[in-house]
């Protein structure tokens, strides 16, 4: 007999009715980061960061050397960091001569650039780690006799999981996009630049939202078809490619149509050599420096006809519109509609699917 | 009423798996037995609210699982038949995580976890993740999850499957405890009739998802007499003669399994005792005349399937030897 067996005692306290969902997401968290893999990928997904708050910090220097009166200019030789802000700005259509209008540009574009280019992607494959093992592993052990035996339903199953997964997401997308908002603060010339640029962070969270939410579901509805978690990885990362794939060829196909059309002009082509064109506010001959970084931050002024067939390129546009630098409806529409059809009809596979076996 | 079924009837498609099943079941320890595929799982299914019924109603300490079935299994613990898990958790954070899906406090959750472990006697192989334990010991685990928010109702579905005899015996223990001292209701869903037999107050047979036999193990199992059964080696017909000279009414019983006798008081029982030795019978045991268990639920599934025989949907479920 145990020490400390002091027999089978009544339990006099009162049960709580609430936070069934709190409890699911802190333990579906904890043993996600057991996983060594995704530590490292969370580590290695903060390292984009460290880049783009060299972007903020160089777009500071150059306000600064512009402020001071200093010649700041792309042709300098590159050897501060005022020169390389002062590209950064020049991609971004941000004007030195006016800081205060180039600072809400530049920030919002980095942080647009930020949250598309690397973290999308690297959002892909934290949610391909975590996401296919928490319903399907709970499928595979039958762990849905641990759950639906007790006082919760299926929306606080659901509602765990789904926070489980976003804490993940959030720390991939969330967190270091508010933490670079914090250091373009930190290296500007005044606090007072938070006030000023105090819309930023609400942009950010609504556009992480518009990240987190579709996948997320997405990812855990095919998490909850299959009780093999390695099925359900496979599913996730097929859907992004061949999307990926199907709107890049579709838009290839367009682009070739258009070079058919117009041989002389090429304008198709042009664009996937990183020539972006037609945004009156870029410079010169509207060829910025840094065209990967234009283009990451939305300045490609040509309708993507095809942006709704893929996760990426879709929530990429909704993230535009919501940094208030896409407003063009015809543009952001149909992938914002792509997107809310793929979090309901994966929330309706959720439902149907997650105590499915306690109903059989 | 802890548990009160009234006509409960649950289809899935042309199949009926539940048919008008009326049952109660009152505090202490009920067997709930029938052959695989009696509707043993939907009938507990039905308790928790989580099948919808074609008819009929449960309740559970008067609340309606169909309108309110998060009340209902606040009140209730189940130990699934299947081995059940969440993947990488220990067995205390199993037990833990449960106490805290029931509604328990974090931190009381793991003192009651450690509680009701040791009264499972888990030793340190709590801390070892579930799926790594052994059979028993994730049986330990599954019944300590199942009663640390201290439910009034314990449903549990093969306790004793995989468990060594001493293992076997203590879980049996623990189940008499919660009934006797503590006043839970505990129904237990087992093929073993040997446990039904052992500790069970009551008994429901399930077949072909309808009650066949229903009430207290005494009466299922009990004679229409109040006989005694008097087995031993010897002349039976020279001891049967011997207690009627000693003014006992006796009769050798039909089946040969010894002698039949009424034996009111105790100078009765003196006398049966000097008529043994008076017919040179050596005494092996003097009991109360029950048939074994096994023998009415044999008994039960034949009049099932001569009940049945002809309805359609039961065309080849009979259970009779072939």
Known sequence: MPLHDVGYRPWTGTPRSRGAAAVIAGTGIRLAFKSRWLRRVLLFAWSPALVFAGGFFAFEQAVEESARGEPVSPTRRLDNFGTIGALVADSLGGRLDEPEAARRTVWSRLLLAFMRAPQAVLLAVVVGLVAPKLIAGDLRARAWLVYFTRPLGRTDYILGKVLALAAIVGLVTLVPALVLWIVGVLVSPSVWVAVATSDLPLRIVAAAAAVTLPTVLLALAYSSLTAESRIATFAWFATWVACWIAHGALTGADMAAEAARAPTANRGFDRLLGQVAGDPRLPRDGRPPLGWLARAAGLERTVDRWSWLSLYHAQGIVQAWIFGIEDRLAVVLPPLLALLAVALVSLVILFRRVDAPARA | ?322
């Open chain 2, 1 to 322: 009423m802890p548990l009160r079924l009234e006509g409960v009837t649950k289809r899935y498609g042309a199949r009926t798996v539940l048919d008008g099943v009326s049952v109660e079941v009152p505090p202490g320890i009920t067997g709930l037995v029938g052959p695989n595929g009696a509707g043993k799982s939907t009938l507990v299914r039905a308790i928790l609210g989580l099948v919808r019924l074609a008819a009929g109603s449960a309740r559970v300490y008067g609340l309606d699982p169909a309108t309110v079935p998060l009340a209902v299994r606040r009140r209730i613990g189940v130990v699934p038949e299947d081995d059940c898990s969440v993947p990488g958790l220990s067995g205390v954070e199993m037990v833990q995580y449960a106490a805290r899906l029931s509604g328990l406090p974090s931190t009381e959750a793991l003192r009651r976890a450690h509680e009701v472990l040791d009264w499972c006697d888990a030793g340190q192989e709590r801390y070892r993740e579930v799926e790594t334990l052994s059979v028993g010991m994730r049986q330990k685990v599954a019944f300590a999850a199942a009663i640390v928010h201290d439910p009034d109702l314990v449903i549990l579905d093969e306790p004793t499957n995989g468990l060594d005899p001493l293992e076997r015996r203590a879980m049996l223990g623990r189940l008499v405890a919660l009934a006797r001292d503590h006043g839970k209701t505990i129904l237990v869903s087992t093929h073993v009739l040997r446990d039904v037999q052992s500790i069970c107050d009551r008994l429901v047979l399930l077949v072909r998802g309808r009650v066949r036999l229903a009430g207290s193990i005494a009466e299922l199992t009990g004679t229409d007499t109040d006989e005694l059964r008097l087995r031993g080696a010897g002349p039976t017909a020279r001891l049967v003669a011997c207690l009627t000279a000693h003014g006992v009414a006796a009769r050798e019983a039909a089946d040969g399994g010894g002698v039949l006798l009424r034996a009111a008081d105790t100078a009765a029982l003196h006398a049966v005792w000097l008529a043994a030795h008076d017919a040179g019978f050596a005494v092996e045991s003097l009991a109360a005349d029950r048939r074994p268990l096994e023998d009415v639920f044999l008994a039960a599934l034949a009049a099932a399937d001569a009940a049945d025989a002809g309805r359609p949907e039961d065309e080849g479920r009979s259970h009779a030897p072939a």
